[in-house]
């Protein structure tokens, strides 16, 4: 595997990214989980999560030869949990002033819609935006195999399915699973040097990728 070869990891939130980002940095690859500055896009091999899962055609012409992971999890498994990380986030994503960063506002609105809270007890509303995502995403690279792995890392198989696609040679054999019951902060414990901050010092950039 190239070093300088990037790695999107473009499923959406509560489909594995934190077990995947975890699982490369013990393969040796520097990993962003989230990803806020430019510097943080120039440093890590390996980036998931926000923007990722929104902007990955634009990162596709901005890194011609990077590899995609498309994560995919079961519908009873992400239903309950990408609903109760969205409750969690209604009111900072919504509010005008302030709350999340501008770049995980536009992501996740642009993803998952203007959505009420009688949308996040849908599960017809919620279905519907994964689907929406992944049939995009597939569509997008349907016509090149070499570019796009889709693995669900519940399937025993996912692990070695990754390595053999990135051509990575290891004594690991499975995905560490993190963040279970709804926990979002397993990432912000993993200690390690190749782990690469995603702000810096908190702040972000407003602009993220080049203009052309």
């Given at each position: 595997m190239n070093s300088n070869r990037k790695i999107f990891i473009i499923g959406l939130p509560r489909t594995g990214t934190t077990s995947v980002c975890h699982a490369f940095l013990q393969l040796g690859f520097s990993c962003a989980?989230?990803?806020?500055?430019?510097?943080?896009?120039?440093?890590?091999?390996?980036?998931?999560?926000t923007p990722i899962f929104n902007d990955y055609q634009q990162l596709d012409k901005l890194y011609p030869n990077a590899k995609f992971i498309y994560l995919e999890r079961a519908s009873d498994k992400w239903l309950p949990s990408i609903r109760q990380l969205l409750q969690r986030m209604q009111v900072n994503l919504t509010r005008a002033d302030g709350?999340?960063?501008?770049?995980?506002?536009?992501c996740y609105l642009n993803t998952f819609g203007d959505f009420t809270s009688n949308d996040l007890e849908n599960d017809a509303y919620l279905q519907r935006c994964y689907e929406q995502h992944k049939d995009t995403a597939q569509q997008y690279f349907a016509n090149r195999p070499a570019d796009l792995l889709s693995i669900d890392i519940a399937n025993a198989n996912s692990f070695s399915l990754l390595c053999r696609f990135l051509q990575i040679q290891t004594a690991l054999t499975q995905f560490?699973?993190?963040n279970i019951g709804g926990k979002v902060t397993a990432w912000n414990a993993i200690k390690h040097p190749l782990k690469i901050a995603s702000t810096a010092n908190g702040k972000i950039d407003k602009q993220l990728y080049p203009t052309a």
């Open positions: 989980h989230t990803a806020y500055t430019q510097k943080t896009f120039a440093t890590a091999q390996v980036l998931a999560d709350g999340f960063n501008p770049h995980i506002k536009r560490e699973k993190m």
